[in-house]
Nanobody
Framework: QLQLVESGGGLVQPGGSLRLSCAASGFTLDSYSIAWFRQAPGKEREGISCISRISRNTKYADSVKGRFTISRDNAKNTVYLQMSSLKPEDTAVYYC????????????????????WGQGTQVTVSS
């Protein structure tokens, strides 16, 4: 059974950092592009970052550019989202998602492009 499991969320003060993990089971991530999304209460799901399969091409939403870094460790079958300089507006449930991708194809963090989703992890930025 294909499964993605996010972890690493929690409560952090403004200006703090968190690292989210997205671990895959039942399949290997090296054939997939991976994206991170978030959804705050009353708001639409926002694509914030993605990383491609082979070229390691990455993209970021303007709202997180320069503060968040996406990376992948195929040996650990895990993708990470390092979040720094966190702001209260970063508070949301964070999801990772995966889609099989042709080699060397770049990624886009568009929800409709992704087939497999995790259950989400809550990130709360508050003093």
């Amino acid at each position: 059974q294909l499964q993605l499991v996010e972890s690493g969320g929690g409560l952090v003060q403004p200006g703090g950092s968190l690292r989210l993990s997205c671990a895959a089971s039942g399949f290997t991530l090296d054939s997939y592009s991976i994206a991170w999304f978030r959804q705050a209460p009353g708001k639409e799901r926002e694509g914030i970052s993605c990383i491609s399969r082979i070229s390691r091409n990455t993209k970021y939403a303007d709202s997180v550019k320069g503060r968040f870094t996406i990376s992948r460790d195929n040996a650990k079958n895990t993708v990470y989202l390092q979040m720094s300089s966190l702001k209260p507006e970063d508070t949301a449930v964070y999801y990772c998602a995966a889609v099989v991708t042709a080699a060397y194809r770049s990624c886009l963090p568009r929800p409709d492009d992704y087939d497999y989703w995790g259950q989400g992890t809550q990130v709360t930025v508050s003093s």
